[in-house]
């Protein structure tokens, strides 16, 4: 019988550190010996049990308390519409609700409706954890909603090294939701490894995460590629001085390396690749974008290949199905992720998604090879490439620039001749946007991934 993470934090981790938002601060220590959920913890043993809270902190302590005592966690960020929660519920045969909510509707699930108050953590009965939990992370909505993955604890922990217990423990910080994938790696690797842990509050806007982060003097910041373009665009960004920034959930382009590496001076610069269902598969720290080609193969327990030119993995981290039925998650033991790759020289770059390709006259484009490309450019910040409906190639590729200086009439002719510039020596002519469009703002959804449509 494996672990469970009360357990695991109690005989592997350093004491010391916390978890913290703007108004709440608890340290990983009392998580061990107290309840956040008023003696509830028996009554939910061997449930399906849904968390869904506002505060971050809420589901972690409840993740400490419930792991091994019931059946099944089921994360899911607040910002979910009731529609989602509802096929949640249903899907996941949840019985019962960890929540800081006020408004949920007591019929809900058949079971109890239980409160955490992290705030107030109070001295309570120990449960017995006898359970192997299921945890469940919900990807991306799609029309019938999010898809809920399973995994274990062992299997979203096998990335973590434990701590050598010499070094100076770091004081995390991070961008994502730990309810998603990215997030809950940072908070498992604070729980688990050691150090403390600064998370943003509900609604709290980055003119205000950002000062915070300095008052708690983080020294590791993780987010998305668009995460940290938005932190480079804000005047406040200089207010934080990470020593090793960590970067994953989009594909990460030179230009974005070049200007994190150069503002920040970071002693690490790490971008990984890692899906909800594939779990952690590999790290590049040589601030180079792409990857080495001779991770192809097998490293340790992870194997990757390159299959009709999409990125597949084998790993003991890959989640164990969906569940609700539906589609398989893996093939042979194989999960296609569906990021699709381009081999050059001893490298490979990611190109983008296998379904966000644009068609320009039966020829494929990528908007992330195009973006790439124009935010090497030093003025811009930011970019979106999608599609546009074209009568006569099917579809034309235009571009969305957020750049620095942007002016308020929001035409550059000079930038923009420039960024056709780039894009013809770079690109072959049916990859070149026909439209530069200089923007003030560019839409990051909750993941923190950027919003993509075509129109």
Same mark, same amino acid.
């Given at each position: 019988? =494996?672990?469970?993470?009360? %357990? /695991?934090?109690?005989? +592997? ?7 913290? @938002? ?13 309840? =956040? ?11 399906? /049990?849904?968390?869904?809270? *506002? ?11 419930l792991d091994g005592v019931a059946r099944r966690l089921v994360l899911m960020p607040a910002d979910h519409s009731s529609e989602d929660m509802t096929r949640v519920i249903a899907k996941a045969d949840v019985t019962a609700i960890v929540t800081d909510l006020e408004a949920l509707a007591p019929d809900l699930v058949s079971g109890p409706i239980v409160r955490c108050v992290p705030a107030a953590l109070k ?22 909603? &999010?898809?809920?993955?399973v995994h274990t604890l062992a299997s979203l922990s096998g990335a973590i090294q434990p701590s050598r217990g010499c070094e100076d423990l770091p004081v995390w910080g991070t961008f994502y939701d730990t309810r998603r994938f990215g997030g809950l790696q940072i908070l498992l690797r604070v729980l688990i490894g050691g150090g403390s842990l600064a998370l943003a509050a509900p609604g709290e806007p980055l ?6 982060? #300095? ?9 998305? $590629?668009?995460?940290?373009? *938005?932190?480079?665009?804000? &005047? ?21 390396? %070049? ?23 590999? !790290? /590049? ?22 299959? @009709? ?10 989640? +164990? ?6 589609? $398989? ?16 020289? %001893? ?9 966000? /390709? ?8 990528? &908007? ?36 620095? +200086? #942007? ?10 001749? !420039?960024?056709? @510039? ?6 072959? $002519?049916?990859?070149?946007?026909? +439209? ?10 909750? =993941? ?8």
């Amino acid at each position: 019988m =494996s672990l469970a993470l009360h %357990d /695991v934090i109690a005989s +592997q981790r350093p004491s010391g550190g916390h978890l913290c @938002d703007r108004s709440i601060l608890v340290h990983v220590d009392d998580l061990l010996e107290t309840t =956040s959920l008023g003696g509830w913890a028996e009554a939910l043993a061997g449930r399906s /049990v849904l968390i869904v809270t *506002r505060s971050q902190i809420a589901a972690a302590a409840s993740l400490v308390e419930l792991d091994g005592v019931a059946r099944r966690l089921v994360l899911m960020p607040a910002d979910h519409s009731s529609e989602d929660m509802t096929r949640v519920i249903a899907k996941a045969d949840v019985t019962a609700i960890v929540t800081d909510l006020e408004a949920l509707a007591p019929d809900l699930v058949s079971g109890p409706i239980v409160r955490c108050v992290p705030a107030a953590l109070k001295t309570g009965a120990k449960p017995s954890r006898t359970e192997t939990t299921e945890w469940i992370l919900l990807t991306s909505g799609t029309t019938d909603g &999010p898809k809920l993955v399973v995994h274990t604890l062992a299997s979203l922990s096998g990335a973590i090294q434990p701590s050598r217990g010499c070094e100076d423990l770091p004081v995390w910080g991070t961008f994502y939701d730990t309810r998603r994938f990215g997030g809950l790696q940072i908070l498992l690797r604070v729980l688990i490894g050691g150090g403390s842990l600064a998370l943003a509050a509900p609604g709290e806007p980055l003119a205000a995460l950002l000062p915070r982060l #300095n008052m708690h003097r983080i020294t590791h910041l993780s987010g998305t $590629p668009s995460h940290w373009r *938005r932190v480079l665009m804000s &005047p406040l960004a200089g207010r934080i001085a990470p020593r090793s920034i960590r970067l994953s959930g989009e594909i990460v382009d030179q230009g974005l390396l %070049d200007k994190l590496s150069g503002f920040y001076k970071p002693e690490t610069l790490v971008h990984a690749f890692a899906s909800t269902e594939a779990g952690v598969v590999f !790290e /590049v720290a040589d601030r180079l974008s792409g990857f080495p080609a001779a991770l192809l193969g097998r490293h340790g327990s992870v194997e990757i290949k390159v299959e @009709d030119g999409s990125l597949h993995v084998r790993s003991p981290r890959t989640a +164990q199905r969906y569940l609700g039925g539906g589609e $398989p998650l893996t093939k042979d033991g194989w999960v296609d992720t569906g990021d699709l790759l381009d081999h050059r020289d %001893d490298r490979l770059y990611f190109l983008g998604r296998r379904g966000g /390709v644009i068609n320009v006259g039966g020829l494929k484009v990528h &908007p992330e090879e195009v973006e790439a490309v124009i935010n090497a450019h030093p003025r811009v910040l930011m970019s979106r490439v999608r599609g546009r409906r074209s009568a006569i190639t099917g579809g034309l590729v235009v571009a969305e620039v957020m750049a620095r +200086q #942007n002016p308020a009439a929001g035409r550059d002719r000079t930038l923009e001749a !420039e960024i056709l @510039d780039l894009c013809h020596r770079s690109l072959a $002519p049916y990859k070149v946007p026909a +439209q530069i469009r200089l923007v003030g703002s560019l839409d990051v959804a909750t =993941s923190g991934k950027m919003v993509r449509s075509n129109a």
